[in-house]
């Protein structure tokens, strides 16, 4: 079956740069997402990539697609305190469809 | 243009109690959801609607039934509530093959 896996937790310091990481099972999974969590508040779509692509990049998000591996990777250049959340991929085999969900990132930058 | 509105924002119940959360969107979405957000375990689908008059169970069906009352809203009903529905509930919306679901602010459950 599909299983989505994420690290539960990162810390980062003001200015660097934060790398949130997630491997999946399904190599059939044609869209991959990253969704942002802030307290108290639902899902937000960051970003999302098609299984084609290696690389996607907007603004201060960098992800990275190795479909070999079946890795992939949320880098966030410069991050903030407003970055601080707890951050989501998400696979599904067509746009707009069912999503599997990894169980979060909790991403805590430091002053 | 509210997007997708869920209500009530909290709810506590005892054991065996039923009641319904409801779920609205407005953007003429052919697809809704209903997900469960437990500690650690990412969202999980409950139950999903492809289309108006359309409903299929998701990974974690048991204990919930939904209606799927017209484009607009997609209810989801707990019959007779247990403490391991005590959880934040998620619904979404999507329209096939544009790329996101758009999710409510979620429902925080608490069944004692």
């Known amino acids: 079956g599909e299983d989505v896996e994420q690290s539960l937790f990162l810390s980062v310091r003001e200015g660097d740069s934060s790398v949130i990481n997630c491997t999946y099972t399904?190599?059939?999974?044609?869209?991959l997402y990253w969704y942002k969590q802030e307290p108290g508040a639902g899902l937000q779509l960051l970003t999302y990539?098609?299984?084609?692509?290696d690389m996607k990049q907007d603004q201060r998000l960098t992800v990275l697609l190795n479909k070999k591996d079946k890795h992939l990777s949320l880098r966030i250049a410069d991050t903030q305190t407003g970055d601080s959340a707890i951050y989501f991929c998400a696979e599904s085999l067509n746009a707009g469809n069912m999503l599997t969900f990894g169980g979060g990132t909790r991403l805590m930058v430091k002053p | 243009n509210a997007g997708v509105t869920q209500t009530p924002k909290f709810q506590v119940l005892k054991t065996g109690q039923s009641m319904t959360l409801q779920c609205a969107q407005d953007?003429?979405?052919?697809?809704m959801y209903w997900y469960r957000q437990d500690p650690g375990m990412g969202l999980r689908l409950i139950y999903y609607?492809?289309?108006?008059?359309?409903?299929d169970k998701g990974e974690v069906p048991n204990g919930y039934n939904v209606s799927r009352l017209n484009k607009r809203e997609f209810s989801l009903r707990l019959e007779s509530a247990a403490p391991s529905q005590t959880s934040v509930y998620f619904c979404a919306s999507s329209e096939p093959g544009r790329e996101t679901q758009y999710f409510g602010p979620g429902t925080r459950l608490l069944v004692l």
């Open positions: 399904d190599s059939s999974s044609t869209y």
């Open positions: 609607s492809a289309s108006e008059g359309t409903t």
């Open positions: 953007m003429n979405h052919n697809s």
């Open positions: 990539i098609f299984s084609n692509m």
